[in-house]
Each structure stands twice: as structure tokens, then as C-alpha cells.
């Protein structure tokens, strides 16, 4: 299998290169040739427990890493979860959650991160390279790949935040991580701010091969496979516990990386009826399936910060399957997007696709309501999948919603739809007694380069 960019630069490459090098040079992201046709081992794998199935799944794209590694990578990375399952279904009212949070930090980007961090320790000891992480992160990203590479040997992690704009607990799950190899950065900006300042370090090619830079953010390949896998194994799990030829999933969407691996799942054959995009009050995603038009505006602070995001770096994948694998097509209307902010792409999304708006007091109501009358809890950004989703019902395709964090991770939340303290985890209580560590930065580009820099000269 190799990987060819959205913008047509380059050569393809292999599964390794594409993994090391996470943004194509030419700016591009990278996508698989061609996407593997399953529908006649469906039947095999309905059975099979997450870690096998992961293995099948993955191997299909990873053909050049040997099977007992990745066997091994894929053991070492679920091992890990609190669950025996991974991810577990669990039928609450009227849906199926699909409870993604059991990893380390309690947050769905561990699914895809401990198999990041594992996949990158094998792929450097075969090469003896080396790797040198810079990541932006609205508040789960960040967490979850620290503790994908926290002490590894070959790999640095410099992490952005917006500083003060994730929740206390989300920081303090990074800046609680002390390990050498781990420097947290808290920029006097946005998401986004965060985000471009990644993208502009990348774009610099000689910077980029000087500090042997590497991503973890949702635009590496390896996390919309990892993410694949989940999307298999709760439909197999739903159709087995109702029947049900074809099911519906709703994803609570920011950078639109995880409800991509679901797009890709159907790609590959899984009977999914719809793709239901869930988008808090920063909605371009959710407007641009329901008008046409992907149109910029300000961010806006909400109660699920993770999906407080105006511009999805993932989406491009898709535009790129929109502008029919045609990359002068889809550099042209990046560029027009980048000039004026809008896009208009003129071509029909998917049917495959619905998509919705949860606000603030609906996600609230939400949470209330599932608390009160099925006595289960759910975290703000899974409230805005399940405040979108309960509106595409269907009797004959039952819905799965993805629960992507714990409810511990946000108990203001918790505390203002229910007006009880419930959202305790005894791994997030323990934080609060540890030291931390950060920097605060200013949202520029070069002062940012430069800590890398220094840091990996021995110099800060
Ligand atoms: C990252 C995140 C999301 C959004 O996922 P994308 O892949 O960016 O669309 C939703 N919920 C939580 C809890 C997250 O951490």
C-alpha cells in the first residue's frame, strides 16, 4: 500500500515514510492509493476480539511492517486500556455508546495515540532515528500524546495549548507529565493560532529536516487507521446484539479526524447508513453538509472545547475524494479557501453524510436528561453527538454514538447540567497533588522554532 498527497506532490511512499513524515512536503496530507475492498471478510471478523481485528484491519494499509510487529504494537497499545473489550458498547436509551475513553486519558485520542507512540518506537529502532514531535491540541490531544511517548527513547514532544482555554484537568494531564523527553507550551492564542504555528514549522522544509520534525496531530495517517478499527467492531458488536443489517454513527466532530476513519470504514464496505457530524456553535462542518458552502468565522469558547475548532485540518481528505482524486482541483480550491475564507466546492457530499449543531443549552438538557433518566453520565462533547444524533432516529438502523472522553474530564460541565458533583475519576483526583511544568509562549512562529531548536541543541 503507499501514500500519495492531496496536493499531487512527490513520489508515493511507503506506510513508514508516510508515518515519520505526517504532512506531505508539498503541504498535502496524505492519503492511501487505494482503499481495500472487505465486504466479502466481514463475516470472518465479526467475531473477532478488538486487538485481532485491529491487526487485520491496519495490516491491510501497514504492509510493509512484518505481522509479529505489528501484532506486538497492537498488543502493547490496547493492553493498556482499562477495558477488557477496548471499546466497549453500551446500549443507553434510545442509542448505543460507544465508549472510547478507557485508555490513559480517559479521552478517544488515546485509541489512536498509544498506537502512534508504539508504532513510532519500532519504526525509528529499526532505523536508529530519531524524532522530534511538535503538536497543537485544543485540550485531549495533547494528554493523549504525552503519554503515547512520555519516556521513549528517540522521541521528543513539543506540545501547544492555547493557554488557559483548555479545562484545568485537561492541562493538568499534560503539564503534570515531567518526563525529559515532554515540553508542554501554553501560546497566548487559539486553537487555530496553535495549529498554523505547527503548519508553518512543517512548511519549512529546512527546519523541518534540520529538527527531524514529526506529527501526532490527527493529520498523521496512522490515527484515522487506528480510528478505522472502532467503527467495525461496534457495528459488528450492534448487529450482533439487534439484528440490523446497516447502522448509523454519530461522531462529535472538531478537526474531522475521527468521523474521516468512520468515512473510510464505509469506503471499505462496513454497512454504515449514516455518518451523523455533530458540531458544537462552531459549526462550519456542520454548514457545510447542510448548505454547500465552507465558510470561516470566529471560534467560539463552548462547554466541549475539543471541538471548538473553525478550520478541520482533516477535512481536505475528503474534498479531496469531492474533487474526485483530482489534486489540481483540490489545490486550487484550498487556495481560493485560504484567500477569501469561503469554499464552495459545487459538488454533492456523500449520502452516507448527515450533519447537526448541538448548542450550549441543548448539550446541557442532553446531559441532564441522561443522567436523570438512564442514570448515565456523558461528557460535554459526547452530549453534542447525542444532542444531534437522537434527530436521525431510525427503526430499521440503530445508532451508535461515539463517547469521546469521560465526564470526569469536565465536571463544570457535569456540575451545571445536573447540579451535582459527579464527575470523579480517581486518576484525575490523583493529578491535583503532582508538580507541573510549562512555558507560556506568545503565538509566533518563530519563538516557538526556536525553543525547538534550543531544546534539541541541549541549550534550554
Ligand atoms: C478531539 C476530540 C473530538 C473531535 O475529534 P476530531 O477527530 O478532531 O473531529 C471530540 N471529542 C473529544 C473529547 C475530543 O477530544
Known amino acids: 500500500m503507499r501514500y500519495i498527497s492531496t496536493r499531487g506532490g512527490g513520489e508515493p511512499l511507503s506506510f513508514k515514510d508516510t508515518i515519520l513524515t505526517g504532512l506531505a512536503r508539498d503541504g498535502g496530507l496524505f492519503l492511501p492509493e487505494t482503499v481495500p475492498d472487505v465486504r466479502d471478510r466481514l463475516d470472518a471478523w465479526r467475531a ?30 490496547y493492553g493498556c486500556f482499562r477495558h477488557a473489550e477496548v471499546t466497549p458498547v453500551v446500549p443507553v436509551g434510545p442509542v448505543h455508546m460507544l465508549e472510547l475513553f478507557h485508555g490513559p486519558t480517559l479521552a478517544f485520542k488515546d485509541v489512536a495515540l498509544q498506537f502512534l507512540g508504539n508504532l513510532f518506537e519500532y519504526v525509528l529502532g529499526e532505523t536508529c532515528g530519531e524524532l522530534n514531535i511538535v503538536a497543537a491540541t485544543s485540550g ?29 484537568v485537561q492541562e493538568r494531564q499534560m503539564t503534570t507529565v515531567t518526563s525529559p523527553n515532554v515540553c508542554n507550551l501554553a501560546v497566548k492564542g487559539t ?22 520534525l514529526g506529527a501526532v496531530n490527527s493529520i498523521n495517517w496512522a490515527r484515522v487507521l487506528a480510528q478505522i478499527v472502532y467503527y467495525f467492531y461496534a457495528a459488528f458488536r450492534v448487529q450482533a446484539a439487534t439484528g440490523a443489517d446497516t ?3 454519530t461522531v462529535p466532530t472538531g478537526n474531522f479526524g475521527d468521523i474521516f476513519a468512520g468515512y473510510m470504514a464505509w469506503k471499505m464496505g462496513l454497512p454504515i447508513d449514516k455518518l451523523v457530524l455533530a458540531t458544537n456553535e462552531n459549526d462550519i462542518l456542520a454548514r457545510y453538509f447542510n448548505t454547500g458552502v465552507y465558510s470561516a468565522s470566529a471560534v467560539a469558547p463552548t462547554l466541549s472545547p475539543s471541538m471548538d475548532i473553525q478550520v478541520a485540518s482533516n477535512f481536505e481528505r475528503y474534498l479531496y475524494d469531492l474533487a474526485g482524486g483530482n489534486a489540481a482541483t483540490l489545490k486550487k480550491w484550498m487556495a481560493d479557501f485560504k484567500a477569501t475564507g469561503t469554499l464552495t466546492p459545487g459538488v454533492t457530499p456523500h449520502a452516507c453524510f448527515a450533519a447537526g449543531r448541538g448548542d450550549t443549552a441543548g448539550t446541557l438538557a442532553t446531559i441532564r436528561k441522561y443522567w436523570d433518566t438512564y442514570a448515565y453520565l456523558l461528557d460535554p462533547h459526547t452530549a453534542v453527538g447525542v444532542t444531534v444524533g437522537s434527530q436521525f432516529l431510525d427503526a430499521s438502523a440503530p445508532m451508535i454514538c461515539l463517547a469521546t ?8 460541565a457535569i456540575r451545571r447540567a445536573t447540579y451535582l458533583d459527579l464527575a470523579h475519576h480517581p486518576i484525575l483526583d490523583a493529578l491535583m497533588k503532582l508538580p507541573t511544568r510549562m512555558q507560556v509562549v506568545p503565538a509566533d512562529t518563530a519563538a516557538v522554532a526556536k525553543i525547538v531548536r534550543d531544546t534539541i541543541e541541549g541549550k534550554a
Open 48 to 77: 473477532l476480539p478488538y486487538t485481532d481485528l485491529a491487526f487485520e484491519i491496519i495490516r491491510l494499509f501497514a504492509d510493509d511492517l512484518p505481522d509479529e510487529a505489528l501484532r506486538w504494537i497492537v498488543n502493547k497499545s
Open 405 to 412: 472522553a469521560h465526564p470526569a474530564k469536565f465536571g463544570d
Open 191 to 212: 486553537f487555530d493560532d496553535c495549529q498554523n504555528i505547527v503548519k508553518d514549522l512543517f512548511n519549512d522544509l529546512d527546519f523541518r529536516d534540520a529538527c527531524k
Open 140 to 168: 485531549d490531544t495533547g494528554s493523549a500524546a504525552i503519554y503515547g511517548v512520555r519516556g521513549r527513547a528517540r522521541i521528543r514532544i513539543f506540545v501547544m495549548h492555547p493557554h488557559g482555554r483548555v479545562s484545568p
Open 247 to 249: 447502522v448509523r454513527f
